[in-house]
């Protein structure tokens, strides 16, 4: 639930506005955290505008002649619409509607759903993650089973968001067992981390893998070995 500006806030910049409601109502507001339901119609465009100009004094520090510099001139425009609306889009907006329906059928079969190209960013740098995810599911038949794609849905809403990977695994994991309520759920996701490639120790081959596991697959050794073997061969 939105909670308004009281009028003393209202003088404020739209960021400390969002910030003002979320401390108010003791809600964590880290870099991986949905805070969708504190922005109000409008705001978004307004804080898009506020990030711009943010932006530009950055440009400024780092001494780019903006003015002459045709290739820079609409750069931190561009940087404010891209982290609010594109790749830190999943803090920002609500969940994408996921139409959920009955386990006729009552299917207790293994699926699996990928590999999903997934892209995010690493909150210690802000540089690109990209990589995939796999999703092992073991349904019940009291499971709400979801449409293919929108599994897709809901790891970019989760991924796009500055996080590390550990984190971001677990918080799709636990998006899943939500929705699903599956017996077991898998999940597997190999990343590349630009914080690594183009930074740092400039390592390009290296690549993170790390997994959660929960249910059948955590208690059942030939199950996680079918599901690990099926995804090898993806």
Known sequence: ???????A??????SERIRYRLVS???????????????????????QVEVQ??????????????????NTQE????????????????????????TEFPNVSRLN??????????RSACSHHLCPIMGKVWIGLLPNEHSNLIGLSKYARLCDWIMSRPQIQEEAVTMLANELQERVQPDG???????????MHWRGVKDSESKMTNSVMR????????LRREFLSLIAKG
Do not use: W
């Open 9 to 14: 806030t209202d003088d404020l910049p739209v």
């Open 109 to 118: 079969e293994l699926m699996i759903v990928g590999p999903i190209t997934v």
């Open 215 to 222: 249910g059948a697959f955590l208690k059942d050794a030939n």
């Open 75 to 98: 750069t931190a425009k561009r940087v404010a619409k891209m982290f609010l609306r594109e790749v830190f889009a999943g803090r920002y907006a609500k969940a994408p509607s996921v």
């Open 185 to 195: 759920l898998a999940l597997v996701m190999e990343a590349d981390h630009f914080c």
């Open 25 to 47: 109502a003791g809600c964590r507001h880290h870099a991986n955290d949905n805070i969708a339901a504190f922005i109000e119609p409008g705001e978004l465009d307004a804080l």
């Open 53 to 70: 100009a943010k932006m530009q004094e950055v440009l400024k520090s780092l001494v780019i002649d903006t003015d002459s510099d045709h």
């Open 1 to 7: 639930m939105n909670a308004s500006a009281s009028p």
